[in-house]
């Protein structure tokens, strides 16, 4: 398991950490592993777990998704 941090996600999925925030908001993300106070950590494989599920599925309405699927596939 590789966690990595917020800012470390957001330039993983080359967005800004506004965007992040957003998107766990919605529950676009899986739920971070929480390690402390203030440490916050998400787990890389289920964020390449979500990703390559996205890009299975149709309906990219969403702007953050459809930005996902065009940096994660090209």
């Given at each position: ?9 957001a330039?993983?999925?080359s967005?800004s ?6 998107m ?17 950590r ?10 390559d599920?996205?890009?299975t ?6 702007p ?11």
């Open positions: 398991m590789r966690l990595i941090n917020k800012r470390q996600l330039d993983y999925l967005v950490l506004t965007t992040i925030g957003r766990a908001k919605r529950g676009e993300l899986p739920d971070p592993i929480r390690l402390g106070p203030g440490i916050v998400w787990d890389l494989q289920k964020i390449d777990l979500l990703i599920s996205k890009s599925t149709s309906g990219y309405d969403d953050d998704m459809q930005l996902l699927k065009e940096v994660n596939h090209g």
